[in-house]
């Protein structure tokens, strides 16, 4: 192991300038940052007189930095989270990413989040550990409460964090080798039964084995529709031969005619071959068409970002191109090969 890095997560309230937001108070180690590859992008990190003392010190995530303070640098500056002003000494960077699948990693939103000293945590807000007479107060008032108004109307986030009896709500583990994962996560599985005498109450999560899984998920989407689209494509070819091989049948005499005024086998397959390759274009343009129009439908609709790539229309148009030339070539040789002589008396 490279790294242990303990966490504690408190709902809090973040205040500056009659600006107020719900946020995420984090109680990290110094190897929090580490764990997580979480740049600084100003100040600097947790010191050990922070650490040691549980001084009121806080680095805080880009949106947080953006929307508290727009006028001001915020390092040295104050904020207040809770009841506690805590003085900003860095500002991570921005990292952007998609909240389903950090939830799925166990990864945290870092850009809205505010990190604290795990001892300031533990010491200035809340240490589940130990029960001070605020708590007995609290629990003494919702006992007595006999319409429970106020505890139905609570947030399911906020009551479970308040009835959680841990501590720490998780420890990070670092490994040098990625080859190590699944024996270090061994080892902490037998560790942790033995500390908790058998019973499972925790969880250990390897993110490389969710990320894997997430992998081989969209593996076998991707798979599926690409199976799908086989299908559109073959039965789009099948009608693009039936139009040409319809149209043969309806223009024999024009063949003839053309025969006999000089064309050659090669001109008439050209000539076929050009208009099966042109019905494939439209439908193709068409079709790209309809497709960035959906995009930019679901994405304003829906407020799910969608991605419209150059090179996947490229792609998209140059398959269209495949289907009408490899689909147009039978009816193209089928009208190559007619005799002129019987195409002039086909009636």
């Known amino acids: 192991m490279q790294s242990v890095s303990a966490e504690l997560a408190l709902n809090s309230m973040a205040t500056r300038e009659g600006h107020r937001r719900s946020v995420k108070l984090v109680g990290v180690d110094t190897t929090y940052f580490d764990a997580f590859n979480l740049q600084i992008a100003e100040g600097t990190r947790f010191g050990t007189l922070h650490v040691t003392r549980g001084l009121p010190v806080a680095i805080i ?29 860095g500002v991570l960077a921005p990292r952007p990413s998609s909240q389903s699948t950090a939830e799925k990693l166990g990864i945290r939103d870092a850009n809205m989040d505010v990190y604290v000293p795990l001892s300031t945590a533990l010491v200035r807000y809340r240490n589940r550990a130990q029960i001070t007479s605020r708590d007995v107060e609290k629990a003494a008032q919702e006992f007595s409460d006999d319409n429970n108004n106020q505890a139905d109307a609570e947030d399911p986030q906020r009551r479970a964090e308040r009835l959680n009896p841990n501590q720490l709500d998780r420890l990070v583990i670092r490994v040098e080798d990625a080859r190590y994962v699944a024996q270090v996560a061994d080892v902490v599985r037998r560790l942790m039964a033995r500390r908790h005498n058998a019973v499972v109450d925790y969880e250990v999560t390897v993110p490389e084995l969710l990320l894997k899984q997430e992998q081989r998920t969209k593996a076998i989407f991707n798979i599926v529709l690409g199976a799908i689209a086989s299908i559109s494509l073959l039965v789009g070819g099948i009608g693009i031969m039936n139009i040409m091989l319809a149209s043969v049948l309806e223009r024999i005499r024009e063949i003839g005619v053309r ?11 050209a000539q076929f071959l ?5 019905i494939s274009t439209a439908g193709g343009v068409a079709g790209i068409l309809v497709g960035v129009g959906l995009s930019v439908a679901i994405e304003h609709v829906a407020d799910i970002r969608t991605i419209v790539s150059a090179v996947s229309v490229t792609v998209a148009f140059g398959v269209s191109l495949a289907v009408g030339l490899g689909f147009g070539i039978v009816p193209a040789w089928r009208a190559a090969r007619q005799d002129p002589v019987v195409c002039l008396r086909y009636e």
Do not use: Q
């Open 61 to 89: 995530g880009s949106a947080l930095r953006a929307r508290f303070f727009t006028s001001e640098p915020p390092i040295g500056r104050r904020i207040k989270v809770g009841d506690v002003w805590l003085t900003v000494v």
């Open 259 to 269: 025969r006999a005024m000089g064309a050659t086998r090669r001109d008439v397959l």
């Open 274 to 278: 050009a208009e099966a390759v042109l």
